[in-house]
């Protein structure tokens, strides 16, 4: 009889941007004995520091953070490039007698890693498709079978120019997950998942409370810097066409460095993006229907969300 491994457990923290993942991960980290392993699609990247929100060495803390700052900008990186190395390092983290926490926003990631889920089913954005249908209805199906032959050559060959349906729903999927689509077929097939996982979604109950900490962190990112940042990118990388420049935060200041939007326009329409990057979050996660809920509104002091973040994830360490 073959004997089954024990799966990893890993506590993921997640959420949308400015809800206070970063703060509470590393106080829970602090109290259970764990390591952080980063589940942010920007954050991978090196020179990005404060457009991504990536946590200083004094917020983190001491606490171990892994899979920040690692890989150059104008280097393509997938989600099944993320799934692996994760996997390593959570090995390694486990090896040592830690427990794991995985912390972030992106959703595709943590689905991808925690439930194995295949990336067929992972690969849908309403908002990105429906930017596609719209530059077909504005400018044919030509630019479009290009972009995809640019992509995915392979894949192209497999889709006649003129099936409109098919050449979007192969940028979609090359999009989202980073993927050549003519790869899914190879992804399609479901593993089971060597990880139990449980996530904890942190939050807010009113919208607007969220919306006010997401313009005041992009204050912040201006006054620590990120026109400065942004400027090096822009110089360094040209105009923006790597997946890392989809990062907020930078491609909304490459108008201004053109000369096309004043400093304050590009400051607002951050903040917009921001705020609207945040909704896309909530959507993805509430698909999660194991998922915990935290609303940090709903304590009256820090130390009680903080006390009840731990019980669930003390709970899911000793069960």
Not at 3 to 13: D, G, L, M, S
Not at 94 to 116: D, E, I, M, P, Q
Not at 236 to 253: C, D, F
Request: net charge negative; charged share 30%.
């Amino acid at each position: 009889m073959t004997e089954v491994q024990e799966k990893i457990k890993v506590f993921a923290v997640c959420g949308p941007t400015a809800s206070g993942k970063t703060s509470l991960s590393v106080t829970l980290a602090k109290k259970l004995h764990a390591e952080v392993v980063s589940c942010d699609s920007m954050q991978i990247y090196r020179g990005m520091e404060i457009g991504t929100a990536k946590p200083t060495a004094d917020e983190m803390q001491g606490v171990p953070h892994h899979l920040m700052g690692f890989q150059d900008p104008a280097e393509p990186f997938s989600v099944s490039d993320y799934v692996a190395l994760a996997g390593k390092v959570i090995e390694d983290i486990r090896a040592r007698g830690k427990n794991v926490l995985l912390v972030g926003g992106t959703g595709l990631y943590a689905r991808s890693l925690l439930k194995a889920v295949p990336f067929t089913e992972n690969s849908r954005d309403d908002e990105i498709r429906g930017n596609l249908e719209a530059e077909f209805a504005a400018d044919g199906i030509e630019p479009l079978y290009a972009r995809l032959k640019e992509l995915d050559p392979e894949g192209a060959e497999g889709i006649h120019p003129n099936n409109m349906r098919r050449v979007i729903r192969a940028l979609e999927y090359c999009m989202v997950t980073g993927e050549p689509f003519s790869k899914q077929a190879k992804d399609s097939k479901a593993v089971e998942s060597p990880y139990d996982g449980k996530m904890l979604v942190l939050s807010f109950r009113d919208r607007e409370t969220l919306y006010g900490r997401i313009n005041l962190r992009v204050e912040q990112m201006f006054a620590d810097g990120l026109l400065k940042e942004a400027e090096d990118y822009f110089k360094r990388y040209g105009t923006p066409g790597q997946t890392s420049v989809q990062a907020i935060g930078y491609k909304e200041l490459f108008p201004y460095f053109e000369g096309q939007c004043s400093l304050d326009e590009a400051k607002e329409n951050i903040k917009r993006e921001t705020r609207r990057y945040a909704k896309r979050q909530l959507t993805w996660f509430r698909r999660e229907e194991d998922a915990v809920w935290l609303f940090a509104d709903d304590f009256d002091a820090p130390a009680d969300l903080i006390s009840a973040a731990e019980d669930i994830a003390r709970a899911h360490f000793e069960d």
